[in-house]
């Protein structure tokens, strides 16, 4: 018990002590921060996705009810000036290709289309 004293006395020992439990809490603290950023970054991510689609339904909706018709082009132009207009963050964020907006236009248009009773 003498021995475990007298090294524990040792400044030495103390600074080391003190050096490991500075890692470790680090270690620990970095680990919780990166979770938390990965967590929050997710979600704001789902929040910018959600609202992406949510926007890009409603124009669909919108240029079915004014023109039925409607060329797959000018369906495009008007959902992409609706997202400019509506979700300008979540475009930012997410910066989805032209081929992403054309099949995620299509994929309205068709439940869009479905509702009202139509053949795609």
């Known amino acids: 018990?003498?021995?475990?004293?007298?090294?524990l006395a040792s400044e030495q020992v103390q600074t080391a002590i003190i050096t490991v439990i500075g890692l470790v809490l680090t270690f620990i603290i970095n680990r919780a921060a990166g979770a938390f950023t990965a967590a929050t970054g997710i979600q704001?991510?789902?929040s910018h996705r959600d609202a992406l689609h949510e926007a890009i339904r409603s124009a669909v909706e919108s240029a079915l009810r004014h023109n039925a018709?409607?060329?797959f082009s000018t369906m495009k132009a008007h959902v992409v000036q609706h997202l400019r207009e509506s979700v300008p963050d979540a475009l930012k964020a997410l910066t989805p290709g032209d081929g992403v907006i054309d099949r995620l236009i299509?994929?309205?248009v068709g439940e869009a289309l479905n509702r009202m009773g139509e053949p795609k």
């Open 44 to 46: 704001i991510e789902a």
């Open 69 to 71: 018709k409607t060329g």
């Open 1 to 7: 018990m003498d021995f475990l004293t007298v090294l």
């Open 106 to 108: 299509d994929r309205y």
